[in-house]
């Protein structure tokens, strides 16, 4: 168990260092965190309204961040080039990241093919029905992504890899909100770029 949680902390500062330089970024974070909270708590209640948080706030926020707000040029702190940053990543990078919202974006459109996607749901009457339905798809595709990232890190890393990167997955909200919780002060103030010196091989 003490190499599980070495690795996980090493996978968290890698992820910290590497992809969260934006206080913007760092901000958008905090947010996706609480609501994933929130949504973790409505999988108790109803799962299908947990996965509409999840992903039209939580994933959207923290993506955004992602993709708009963070330095994509020469890290000179970790001394990496973003290129080699996004080949290094050991979940999903960019590019899988990509073809993971392309997915979620257009799977809706399976309710107007077929209402019942096959018998799985029941058919909806109304837009408030279609959206619930919608929910069901993305808990469904939110857990079939977790499944087949760790299922592929068992085969091109090895099981450790896979269930070290589940679990920062899963309990990411709670450590991102002990993270950067000051990040929205920092912001205020004008910090757009965390002040950092060399954050090599540190954790």
Known sequence: MSEFFKQLAIQRWDDHRYYHHSRVNQSLHLISAISFVVAYACLLVDPALAALI???VSMTTRQAGHFFFEPKGYDHVNRA???????????YNLQRKVV???IWGAS?????????LGGWLQPHSDLLGFVHNTGW???????????FRTVHLFFIKDVMHGLVWMTKILTDPFHDIY?????????????????????????
């Open 108 to 116: 809706p459109l399976l309710l107007l093919i077929d209402p019942t």
């Open 81 to 91: 080039t973003h290129e080699h940053k996004e080949d290094i990543k050991v979940g």
């Open 100 to 102: 993971l919202l392309s």
């Open 179 to 203: 993270l950067y919780y000051k990040a929205p002060l920092a912001l205020m103030r004008g910090e757009w770029i965390e002040p950092r010196q060399s954050m090599r091989g540190s954790h």
């Open 54 to 56: 999840a992903w039209l």
């Open 137 to 147: 798809i993305w808990l469904a595709i939110g857990v079939g992504g977790l499944l």
